[in-house]
């Protein structure tokens, strides 16, 4: 992991909120300062770090929705009116071959699979929860999963690093940590 991580221009930052509304102090004094770069950590999802973090913008996860709705609607009309054209001889009464109501329920369920699949891969992708193993080991700290919250920096500029840890703890951080430092080590862990 040192090898990974070893080789970075910037400075780590991690601030360690107790409560909520002084991480979102945190988030809002960043912002007004023109800060970007870092990551929000909570122990629980909360709309206002959502909201602050994304500045009212609705998640892009509805355009992944969206496409895997699209896409399971034509795979849906597709496979059938492919199939009955192969085979025209599955026309009983001079019917349409190809026609939407007995190809409706197929469409639908079609629609529903690819969306909700595409809805979940989305998540994975937008949470990025498959770049989990690949994480600075700043962001791995066992206390935001339990009760706090944190504002991580993985690679600040050098020159903003005091600028940053007083913005940090002038809007209540309980701990601000640069460096090695910012690496949590679990006490009394084997």
């Known amino acids: 992991m040192t090898a990974l991580y070893g080789e970075r221009d910037g400075a780590r930052i991690k601030g360690i909120y107790a409560h909520l509304d002084c991480l979102l102090t945190g988030v809002?004094?960043?912002q007004r300062a023109g800060v970007t770069g870092y990551t929000v950590m909570a122990p629980?999802?909360?709309h206002e770090i959502e909201e602050m973090v994304y500045n009212g913008r609705p998640s892009p996860v509805r355009w992944w929705t969206l496409t895997g709705a699209v896409t399971g609607m034509t795979f849906g009309f597709s496979l059938p009116a492919l199939t009955h054209?192969?085979?025209p001889m599955i026309n009983p009464g001079g019917k349409p071959v190809?026609?939407?109501p007995p190809f409706a329920i197929i469409m639908f369920e079609c629609t529903i699979l690819f969306?909700?699949?595409a809805t979940f891969a989305g998540m994975i992708f937008?949470?990025?929860?498959?770049?989990a193993w690949f994480l600075d080991p700043a962001i791995q700290d066992p206390r935001v999963t339990d009760e706090s919250f944190g504002i991580v920096f993985?690679?600040?500029d050098h020159g903003d690093v005091e600028r940053i840890k007083e913005i940090l703890e002038g809007s209540g951080a309980v701990e601000v940590t640069t460096g090695k430092d910012t690496i949590y080590e679990v006490p009394n862990a084997s």
């Open 115 to 117: 969306g909700a699949l």
């Open 126 to 131: 937008h949470a990025g929860l498959g770049a």
């Open 44 to 46: 629980l999802p909360r």
């Open 154 to 156: 993985t690679n600040a």
């Open 98 to 100: 190809v026609a939407l």
């Open 28 to 30: 809002d004094r960043l």
């Open 85 to 87: 054209s192969q085979w």
